[in-house]
């Protein structure tokens, strides 16, 4: 019997939902335990509809003194983690606690991670990109190739990874230089080619179109001269 009351008591407390953002990430946001401690029992007192608890309150519930919350509120308020709100009900002022720009620091903290760590993908990708060319080149590459390298990224918007493919259909077909790499993307653009997948259909089509007119092509000449796969310049 004392089991199942106790059941009912703690299932009656009811459930708070606590960002993990905010208990992983409080230190980088400047914010020490007992600051944080007192911001989620803030956080719990406005779900269960005390929007504006005493310091003693808090303290009830913390290992902390009244003054010592309150001390921290005005802490709080003036470094912009909380606010206080005035409203009125039925003619009757009141004040209330808010916790909005507490979420509103933490949504933006998400949003420059999430910018920070696609920059950081973004360049990653892109010294790939630099040392993949000279790999396939066998060289450095001269000021100007990295300037068309850049200008297709930044100016056309094409993809490292179809860059790439590109860099590969022009290794296939022995012609190996940035001119006829660009005549790829070029291309690649017009037909709306905007994947690796789509690229790779692309590029074998033309290949078997040109397997099939090869012998053709060898008995109208009586050179042996190796015909290319695909002459993406020709077009």
Not at 184 to 203: C, M, P, Y
Not at 224 to 235: A, C, G, I, M, S
Request: net charge negative; aromatic share 10%; proline share 4%.
């Amino acid at each position: 019997m004392n089991q199942q009351l106790s059941w009912t008591t703690w299932l009656a407390e009811g459930h708070v939902s606590v960002p993990v953002i905010l208990l992983k990430h409080y230190p980088s946001f400047n914010l020490n335990e007992e600051e944080c401690m007192l911001l989620l029992h803030l956080h719990t007192f406005i779900e269960k509809g005390n929007a504006f608890p005493t310091p003693e309150e808090l303290s009830n519930r913390m290992t902390i003194t009244a003054t010592k919350c309150f001390s921290i509120i005005q802490k709080l308020i003036t470094r912009g983690f909380l606010t206080i709100e005035e409203t009125s009900v039925d003619g009757v002022r009141q004040e209330n606690y808010s916790l909005f720009p507490l979420w509103k620091t933490i949504m933006d903290k998400l949003e420059t991670d999430q910018r920070q760590t696609k920059l950081e993908d973004t360049l990653q990708s892109q010294t790939d990109l630099y040392t993949i060319f000279e790999q396939e080149f066998g060289r450095p590459l001269s000021p100007l190739e990295c300037e068309t390298l850049a200008m297709w990224i930044d100016q056309d918007h094409q993809s490292t990874e179809l860059i790439k493919s590109a860099l590969r259909e022009a290794v296939i077909s022995n012609k190996l230089n940035f001119r006829y790499i660009d005549r790829i993307l070029f291309e690649w653009k017009k037909q709306r080619i905007t994947t690796v997948d789509q690229a790779r259909k692309q590029g074998e089509k033309f290949r078997q179109t040109t397997a099939t007119s090869k012998p053709e092509q060898m008995q109208e000449t009586a050179k042996t001269k190796k015909v290319p796969f695909y002459n993406w310049l020709e077009q």
